[in-house]
């Protein structure tokens, strides 16, 4: 079965960190590009990262960009979302999604939702003092 599972979530004051994890079980993310999204209680599901498959080609947008870095490493069949700077408006539950994409696309990745095909669960990160 295949299966995305996050991990690391929690409380965490304003201006501090976290590093979310999402490992693949049942399948290798060796092909996939992975996205990193989040909802908030009565808003749209949003992206806040993805990271292509070979890991060249990172995208954030502006409302986390130099906040957040998403890495992988393909050896732990895992990829990562440091999150440093954190405000409360980040509060959410952070889900990870994967898609193999398009031979002619693998080097970027995207932030579209109904692009991916595996989903994870959620972790929540709260952001509060």
């Known amino acids: 079965q295949l299966q995305l599972v996050e991990s690391g979530g929690g409380l965490v004051q304003p201006g501090g960190s976290l590093r979310l994890s999402c490992a693949a079980s049942g399948f290798t993310l060796n092909n996939y590009a992975i996205g990193w999204f989040r909802q908030a209680p009565g808003k749209e599901r949003e992206g806040v990262s993805c990271?292509?498959?070979?890991?060249?080609?990172?995208n954030y947008p502006d409302s986390v960009k130099g906040r957040f870095t998403v890495s992988r490493d393909n050896a732990m069949n895992t990829v990562y979302l440091q999150m440093n700077s954190l405000k409360p408006e980040d509060t959410a539950v952070y889900y990870c999604?994967?898609?193999?994409?398009?031979?002619?696309?693998?080097?970027?990745?995207?932030?579209?939702?109904?692009?991916?095909?595996?989903w994870g669960q959620g972790t929540q990160v709260t952001v509060s003092s």
């Open positions: 990271i292509s498959v070979r890991g060249g080609w990172t």
């Open positions: 999604a994967a898609v193999v994409p398009p031979p002619l696309i693998q080097r970027v990745c995207t932030m579209t939702l109904s692009r991916y095909t595996h």
